[in-house]
């Protein structure tokens, strides 16, 4: 599967920006479709997954939980990041992921994913 994700930009602080993820080339529903992000000082972190098939699992991590909602429309092959209360902290380079048979546990793990998009920029000012 092929991944592009788009969306990113400059808002400032306390705005929203909506990210997606488009997929091409797989069977997108089966997919565990997850965003990262990265800065220069830090490691690649989790932001939030969600599963595949049936009823979806959705994890958040603490930091952005309350103000990111991740959503699939799995006939549009896309999942989607919308983020509102953006902080600066938030100012990073976003990465979608995805992977299939994923166990609920590794979901929040990079690692655990083989397919990644190219990632968006955003920038929150202050």
């Known amino acids: 599967v092929q991944l592009q994700a788009s969306g990113g930009g400059l808002v400032q602080t306390g705005g929203s920006l909506r990210l997606s993820c488009v997929a091409s080339?797989?069977?997108?529903?089966?997919?565990?479709i997850g965003w990262f992000r990265q800065t220069p000082m830090k490691e690649r972190e989790f932001v939030a997954t969600?599963?595949?098939?049936?009823?979806?699992?959705?994890k958040y991590a603490d930091s952005v939980k309350g103000r990111f909602t991740i959503s699939r429309d799995n006939a549009k092959n896309t999942v989607s990041l919308q983020m509102n209360s953006l902080k600066p902290e938030d100012t990073a380079i976003y990465y979608c992921?995805?992977?299939?048979?994923?166990?609920?546990?590794?979901?929040?793990?990079?690692?655990?994913?083989?397919?990644w998009g190219q990632g968006t920029q955003l920038t929150v000012s202050s």
């Open positions: 992921a995805g992977d299939r048979n994923l166990i609920v546990s590794s979901m929040t793990t990079s690692s655990a994913y083989h397919y």
């Open positions: 080339g797989g069977a997108f529903s089966r997919y565990t």
């Open positions: 969600i599963s595949g098939l049936g009823r979806s699992t959705i």
